[in-house]
């Protein structure tokens, strides 16, 4: 890749901090059920992760800081409350590699959806910088049980 090429990918990872994601969405199921969701997906600027200098070569830097993303959600049938809390990259710590877990940031891919009474959120972990990362999605039953698998 050329410089600008890089100056490029570079730009967008500093620029996706200030992407905070919102959705706050009610609708009718199938079933007659109303289903409403609050979701805010951000950066938490806390500095956790220091990309290692193999990643960092090819742009001519020696230091990179990045952040953790999180997402907050609200999730509700019929206004009972069955999921209120955070999704982290640590939720998908059984399915991800020892480098993702390490140098990985949560991103939101987008897609949000609803199947039944079960909310599910993809996901990418991915390394800033680097191009590696994989699809991850997250599901929330009517019981608030968080379940997580990959992306084919």
Known sequence: MD???????????LRSYRDTIK?????IADNGDTVSI???HYCTYD?????????????????????????EVEFKINSRMIYKGVITKSDFSKSISIKLKKYGVLYYSPDLSISGKRLSIDYNINIPLSGEGWGYTISIDSTGKKITGSLD
């Open 3 to 13: 410089k600008s090429q890089l100056d490029s990918i570079k730009a967008a990872v």
């Open 23 to 27: 959705v706050d969405s009610t609708e």
């Open 38 to 40: 609050k979701f805010r």
């Open 47 to 71: 500095n956790k992760i220091s990309l290692p200098q193999e990643y960092l070569n090819v742009y001519g830097i020696s230091k990179f800081q990045t952040h953790n993303f999180i997402s």
